[in-house]
């Protein structure tokens, strides 16, 4: 075909400028590529810890107010009605300075070679009714309870003046009958299996691998919380970004041992729920902040707003300067691609000059113009994204492993060695309502590439070729072949 | 074929307007053969590029078989050219990539000749200028006169009724331009072409059937002339 020839025999004629034209294009379409991979695989990294953090299937958390701290005169606002509850004493120094328990009635015991079990929990009760509520609000597909506790041990020595360091694990309850949200919804079961929906008031639990080890714990131990004893039925692995809990037992268990928790009285602490679409989830989190409105709100955009760390430093550096760094490159091959394109349009104004002269229209002469320069679009287009893939391989094996210090909620009170506190609910010192501890995580960056990554840099390739040629064929469409023969001349 | 009638062809250059054609009245019958001469300068090529509808008057008419060729669209023009008119030009010009069947070809495109007919009439023009061996070879790979062949070829292989040549032996040596100047009049005389030939020779100009010597933008013809007569 004589326009294929014709292309061919011309970039051939001017090799070095065509594969300059190219090379410049491939670089600014790799440098697109490369960055598109990076910001993907920051994304993906973010969305990892996202996910691991907030758990599939959940759009919106719900978790009840900090409990108010105890009054001096050891009762609550929240426990009120728990006088009998377990957790109604406190922890002061006797008359010798040896720690001594004292219930709310002011009797004293000596604490020495005594072990105190207490459960905590960081959040205020949400009632059943708020929970059913929740579950029929517009836009809300599903909604289940969940109550976070955690259990503090301290075992006092026969002789010491000091307290000891509690020991501590947190526990969460779990909806058996909807396990498609909530805590264990993101965990990959390692050994044995998970709760069933027979399992409602069962006394067996389900194991964080990361507390199983700690604990020599397996398949079939028997674990003893608040007194009851729970069998092992299944241990989990939760991903690495997030905060999980070390033990989960059915909802029903953890509510009966709620009610000793001090601001709990057979009540979630947590709604867990799955909106209609992503689009609802601003809809959602609006309507809950009415129905509940000392209840904390959040979902995984407002999560991701509180990750902090490397990830999001490198989210920001791909997002804006090498994003902006590829425009550049590209404007820059986009320029150069034109003006050697006109130039050698200029150099070839006899030969164009003699081909109008011979009856080629200029649209005919553009075309081959225009072809040529796609021709070089294309090339560059295939080394371009042959350098984007080499780039996302370089990023992936020097680039650091990124880090992200992801929020953990903690327990709303809890002991704390050294510090008396007055006969009341919980003797621990409480902190400060809604202050969250953090932890870092490793997050590897793998750069990805996708298909319309590649199919953008092949468009933006031609795209450079085709604005080269048109600023040539501008060039050509006003030439006057009567002039152009005359320079030969 | 040509009536020119009170043709001007006016350029601006820098402060001063030059008339490179000035008032020009001329017939050309069809199948003559008309050699221009003049000093460089004085509108040969203008009044060349005015008849092959490369350039338009400024005033004046020029009707090519009754096509006034001034008031035609460009794109019209271009087709007029395609069809009928074949151009030679002094530097050859052929595109250096393509090779001589090529270059020859290439003034067939426009007129949609495809596949076996377009190789045919391609054969038989190079064959008519003596260059059927030549038909691979790229205009580096060929003399001087084999590319003005070439350049022959290609200007003839679309049959056309008019043969404009712009000093076609201005970049020859003597024998190659005879050799030239020889199939011109030999093709001229088989196809009953039309040729309009600048020229600055004068023995070329002699072989021609009508002399016109261009000055300051206008033509005097001289009478019909003999090959080897002296002018009138």
Not at chain 1, 442 to 458: F, K
Request: aromatic content about 4%; glycine content about 10%.
């Amino acid at each position: 075909m004589f326009f294929v020839t014709y292309l061919r025999r011309e970039l051939r004629r001017r090799m070095r400028q065509a594969i300059f034209i190219a090379l410049g294009l491939a670089l600014g379409v790799g440098l697109v590529v490369t960055v598109a991979a990076a910001s993907a695989g920051v994304k993906k990294a973010q969305s990892g810890v996202l996910s691991a953090l907030y758990g599939v299937g959940t759009d919106v958390t719900v978790t009840g107010p900090a409990p108010s701290p105890p009054k001096p005169d050891g009762t609550s606002k929240n426990n009120q009605n728990n006088q009998n509850s377990q957790n109604n004493f406190g922890i002061e120094p006797g008359p010798n300075g040896q720690p001594e328990i004292c219930t709310s009635n002011g009797k004293c015991i000596s604490a020495a070679g005594k072990t105190i079990d207490q459960l905590t929990a960081p959040y205020s009760g949400i009632s059943a009714s708020k929970l059913a509520e929740a579950g029929r609000l517009p836009g809300v597909t599903a909604a289940a309870g969940g109550i976070t506790l955690t259990d503090n041990t301290t075992t006092f020595g026969d002789s010491s003046n000091s307290l000891p360091q509690p020991s501590s694990f947190t526990l969460d309850g779990v909806d058996t009958s909807k396990l498609s949200l909530g805590p264990l919804s993101s965990a990959a079961l390692t050994s044995g299996h998970s709760f069933t929906a027979a399992d409602t008031d069962a006394g067996v639990a389900v194991v964080d691998s990361g507390y199983a080890t700690s604990k020599n714990l397996k398949v079939g131990s028997v674990l003893t919380i608040d007194q009851a004893k729970f069998t092992v039925i299944g241990i989990v692995r939760q991903p690495q970004a997030s905060s999980p809990p070390d033990v989960y037992v059915p909802l029903t268990r953890a509510e009966a041992m709620s009610l000793y928790a001090g601001s709990l009285n057979s009540e979630v602490n947590t709604i867990y729920i799955t909106a209609a679409s992503a689009a609802d989830i601003p809809a959602v989190q609006n309507e809950i902040a009415k129905l509940l409105p000392h209840a904390t709100v959040t979902s995984e955009a407002s999560l991701a707003r509180e990750v902090t760390g490397s990830v999001t430093s490198a989210a920001k550096l791909a997002n804006d300067l090498g994003k902006w760094l590829a425009v550049l490159v590209l404007i820059a091959a986009f320029a150069v691609a034109s003006l050697l394109t006109m130039a050698a349009v200029a150099r070839r104004v006899a030969e164009f000059g003699t081909l109008k002269a011979i009856g080629w229209r200029t649209r005919r002469i553009v075309a081959q113009v225009l072809g040529e320069s796609v021709a070089m679009g294309v090339l560059g287009a295939a080394v371009g994204v042959g350098l984007g893939f080499a780039g996302a391989a370089i990023i992936s094996a020097v680039a650091p492993t990124l880090s992200a210090t992801v929020p953990a909620p903690s327990g709303a009170f809890s002991m704390a060695a050294g510090q008396a506190a007055g006969p009341g609910p919980a003797g621990g010192v409480p902190h400060a309502p809604g202050s969250t501890s953090s932890h870092v995580v490793a997050v590897p960056l793998h750069p990805s590439i996708t298909v319309a990554a590649i199919v953008l840099a092949v468009i933006l390739a031609v795209a450079g070729g085709l604005l080269a040629g048109s600023l040539g064929s501008w060039r050509i469409a006003r030439l006057r072949p009567a002039d152009a023969l005359s320079r030969v001349a | 074929m040509y009536k020119l009638t009170g043709v001007t062809r006016q350029y601006q250059k820098g402060r001063h307007t030059v008339r490179a054609v000035n008032g020009l009245d001329l017939i050309i019958a069809g199948g003559e053969w008309l050699a221009v001469q003049g000093r460089t300068g004085h509108g040969k090529s203008t009044l060349l590029n005015l008849l092959g509808g490369l350039d338009r008057p400024t005033e004046g008419t020029i009707e090519l078989d009754g096509i006034d060729l001034g008031a035609q669209a460009e794109t019209r023009l271009t087709r007029l050219r395609a069809q009928l008119i074949g151009f030679v030009f002094q530097t050859f010009n052929l595109i250096p990539t393509l090779s001589a069947a090529e270059n020859v070809e290439t003034a067939l495109i426009p007129l949609g000749i495809s596949g076996a007919g377009r190789r045919a009439r391609i054969a038989a023009a190079l064959d008519a200028v003596g260059l059927a061996d030549r038909a691979d070879h790229l205009p580096t790979e060929l003399s001087g006169g084999q590319q003005q062949r070439v350049a022959i070829a290609r200007a003839l292989v679309k049959e056309p009724r008019v043969l404009l040549a712009d000093e076609p032996t201005g970049n020859l040596d003597t024998d190659t331009r005879d050799d030239i100047i020889a199939l011109l009049e030999q093709l001229w005389r088989e196809r009953g072409l039309t040729l309009v030939l600048v020229t600055h020779d004068t023995t070329i100009a002699r072989r021609a059937e009508h002399i016109g010597v261009m000055r300051e933008g206008r033509l005097t013809i001289h009478q019909e002339t003999t090959p080897g007569q002296p002018i009138a």
